[in-house]
């Protein structure tokens, strides 16, 4: 049998990490198993479906690389279906027309309460002769679910967990208007699509019990089910927006790497001895649900980035070259061709020092900038009156000297030396001239990358 998962995400709200470490353990199951990973827009809840959510998941799933392996299924195009297995269990006797008023529902749901007992239906026309129904009330279809007995799951991360079905009441398939519901919809979606182990979020155990129960009503086997522990913040409580429970898209714009993320998302609440840092590769060949650990796992941004960090100094260095050109380009920074080869020869240097992205490119701009550079106010400080007319001997000696990293070294400790400086004198009011800032990567690898001339008239710039 062909392992095949399926992401199932709802379009009423962005998809976030909760959803896209649902994706990522649900693609890598399939792909360790060398089967199939399917995506299906649960868009039924017309009112709170939007387009742009369901943007953010197709967007976010190709950014993450989690390619489902077929189109993807959108649930609403498969009303009929829904409706067509409602009526074959209504046929069957394993559902039946309930047509209680939503006044008679109200009044259960009160007297339940009254008693201190889960509202719940009584099974009032389960049943009960057709003949008997009222005029002009449309039915909503109920299945007619077995009391006694248990549901019994083993779920792969859970555990065996067991419901009494004299404890669920007579879920609701079909409502009056015709629409199918979610649990219904689901089922006949997952059964149809061949899924055979269904992994999600542990909010949806409950959901499962009545699952299996049409399951069982239509004679389907059902698939293995996996509960996965949520996301909570770093306080421990649900993530929410104060969290940073935000799309996944943002996090691409604060400039996480998709490899730094997907890595992050596996190992919160997924360990496998110490491997910290693990590609798709190793995260294919060593993923199982064994691993997936009982306990709600805490998002940690410092862990994150420092993961970022790590995987942003094993990126090529042109593909950060385009993603930063591209970020300056929003700050309205436009870079050239010379700014392009500056910003790519010193990439080495810059993505040692940075955690992220967006860091990059902030200690990349100086490249593309122009003359006159901004100046940050740390420094400004360096270019004191004195410093600015050392400046003007070391231009002078910078002219004479082939910009490689062993003649610029040796030229700038000459130059100290017979200035009676130490080197660092030298090279911070240099630095703050080259860049407008105090911070950079090798003042040689610096000057390399801005190329000489570039170099000599910025130093000019402020050479006294
Ligand atoms: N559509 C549901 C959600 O977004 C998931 C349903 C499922 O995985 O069965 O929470």
Redesign the pocket.
């Known amino acids: 049998m062909k392992v095949r998962t399926r992401f ?3 379009p009423t709200g962005l998809l976030h990490i909760g ?1 896209a470490r ?1 994706a990522l353990f649900n693609y890598l199951f399939a792909k360790h198993h060398g089967g199939e990973f399917v995506l299906r827009i ?1 868009d039924t809840d017309k009112a709170r479906s939007t387009q742009e959510a369901v943007q953010v998941i197709l967007d976010g799933l190709d950014w993450l690389d989690l390619k489902a392996d077929e189109a993807p299924v959108f649930q609403s195009s498969r009303e009929a279906r829904h409706v067509e297995v409602a009526m074959a269990l209504l046929a069957q006797g394993k559902a039946y027309r309930c047509y209680c008023t939503p006044e008679e529902l109200a009044q259960m749901r009160e007297t339940a309460m009254a008693e201190k007992r889960p509202p719940r239906y009584d099974g009032r026309w389960r049943d009960r002769d057709p003949s008997e129904a009222p005029a002009g009330v449309k039915p909503a279809i109920r299945l007619k679910a077995p009391r006694e007995g248990e549901v019994v799951l083993n779920d792969l991360v859970q555990g065996e967990v067991r419901v009494k079905n004299a404890e669920m009441d007579d879920m609701i398939i079909l409502r009056s208007d015709g629409t199918p519901t979610y649990l219904h919809a ?1 089922v006949v979606d ?1 059964h149809d699509m061949a899924i055979t182990h ?1 992994i ?2 542990d ?2 155990l409950t ?1 499962t019990f009545r699952q299996i129960q049409i399951y069982d009503a239509m004679g389907w086997e059902t698939p293995a089910f996996a509960h996965i522990p949520l996301i909570h913040g770093a306080d421990g409580a649900k993530l929410s927006k104060r969290h940073g429970a935000v799309s996944i898209l943002e996090f691409r714009e604060q400039g996480f790497l998709p490899e730094a993320l997907c890595n992050y998302l596996l190992r919160l609440g997924w360990g496998h001895g110490d491997a910290e840092f693990l590609g798709r590769d190793e995260q294919i060949a060593l993923f199982t649900l064994e691993g997936v650990g009982r306990a709600a796992s805490r998002m940690d941004y410092a862990k994150l980035t420092h993961l970022n960090g790590m995987w942003l100094r094993q990126a090529e260095d042109a593909r950060l070259r385009d993603d930063v050109v591209e970020r300056l380009a929003k700050a309205d920074i436009t870079v050239g061709t010379a700014a392009m080869q500056r910003i790519l020869a010193l990439m080495p240097g810059l993505k040692e020092r940075a955690k992220t992205l967006e860091e990059l490119s902030n200690s990349s701009a100086f490249l593309a900038r122009e003359i006159p550079l901004p100046f940050e106010p740390k420094a400004e400080a360096l270019l004191s009156l004195e410093a600015r007319e050392m400046l003007a001997r070391l231009a002078g000696l910078l002219e004479g000297t082939d910009f490689t990293a062993e003649a610029i070294d040796a030229a700038l400790r000459a130059f100290a030396e017979a200035e009676g400086r130490k080197l660092g004198q030298v090279a911070q009011p240099l630095r703050a001239a080259l860049t407008g800032s105090t911070m950079s990567p090798g003042i040689d690898a610096t000057l390399i990358a801005l190329g000489k001339a570039e170099a000599l008239a910025r130093i000019r710039a402020v050479a006294a």
């Open positions: 199932a995400p709802s959803g649902t649960e689901v997952d269904v999600r979020g909010d949806h959901n």
